[in-house]
């Protein structure tokens, strides 16, 4: 039931936008107990693995129910959601307690999927305690995941850290937590170097709002070392933040943030649909191929059409 919901709420026909609409409205009232945890990290450098083994360990030793959504990037080219990351995550999918849920890349916008908020709404409404969201690991729009969680972890491998400049740096600055993976393939002084260097790079940054101290672990999800330090820090991130207040703050502050994104993609939609917009779009982009009108100009003419279009109905 919970993934036709997913699927319902991803979907973008208009048709079902209602339907979807009053999903969403029953099960508002249910959600926002869960701790949503974002998961970075550059492609390939272990995100899933880690949830497979983390999200294990919670279920079965400290009783907690996750729900996991992943946007898988391998899935893009076939459409298909299936394999990729579900294969990665065999072991807590099929545990009583836990539900994945793997979506291709393609439906994504900025490194998660276009229904991340909604599909986490339907996640804690089924019962879901701990939602982990990964991200498809590239781009700078990764970082727009913080606007969907209350804690981003960060992972990473030791010989990585010279990309610290730019998109790496963004990550970083909004991250609750830097993991270090894959100790068992590194050599422990690499490890450690690296470890130095990523805490180096931490207290560069300024204070957080949430008076947070993110901290640098590592771990191995294959030999699943190093996972309770981490459950532990998560607990007392959980805990500072709900007595703080800043929990609430922040996740007000999302919903600002999820309304403004809602309405842009709305007047997109409605100035995509417009007949006038689309048949003078065509002529329009002949014009400015052809250098006979400027492109802001073009883009002023059509807005004006939109406008004058709705001010008649
Ligand atoms: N040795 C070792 N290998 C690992 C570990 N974690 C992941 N791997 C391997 O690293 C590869 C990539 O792992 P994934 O979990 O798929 O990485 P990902 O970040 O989810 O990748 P994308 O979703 O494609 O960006 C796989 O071959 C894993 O088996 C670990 O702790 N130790
Ligand atoms: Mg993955």
Known sequence: MLARGITLVESAQTGRRELAQTLLDACLPLSGKAIRVGISGAPGVGKSTFIEAFGTRLVSSENRRVAVLAYDPASERTGGS?????????????????FVRPTPGKRRSGGVGGATRQSIVLCEAAGYDTIFVETVGSGQAETKVSDMVDFLMLLTLPGSGDELQGVKRGVMEEADMVVLTKE??????????????????????????????????????????????????????????????????????????????????????AVRADPRVSSLLAEYEEQAARHEIGVTEAADLLLKAFREGSERQ
């Not at 299936?82 to 836990?98: C, E, F, Q, S, V």
């Not at 180096?200 to 947070?212: G, I, K, M």
């Not at 996972?227 to 607990?235: A, E, N, R, V």
Request: glycine share 4%.
């Open 184 to 269: 068992d393939a590194h050599s422990p002084k690499a490890i450690r170097l690296e470890a130095r260097r990523m805490k180096a790079a931490l207290r560069l940054f300024p204070a957080r709002e949430s008076d947070w101290t993110p901290s640098v672990y590592t771990c191995s999800a294959q030999e699943e070392s190093g996972l309770d330090i981490i459950s532990k820090d998560l607990g007392d991130y959980e805990q500072l933040v709900k007595t703080s207040g800043y929990l609430e703050k922040r996740r007000r502050r999302q919903i600002g943030c999820w309304l403004r994104e809602t309405l842009d993609a709305h007047l997109l939609d």
């Open 82 to 98: 299936i394999l990729g990351d579900k294969t990665r995550m065999t072991r807590l999918a099929r545990h009583p307690n836990a």
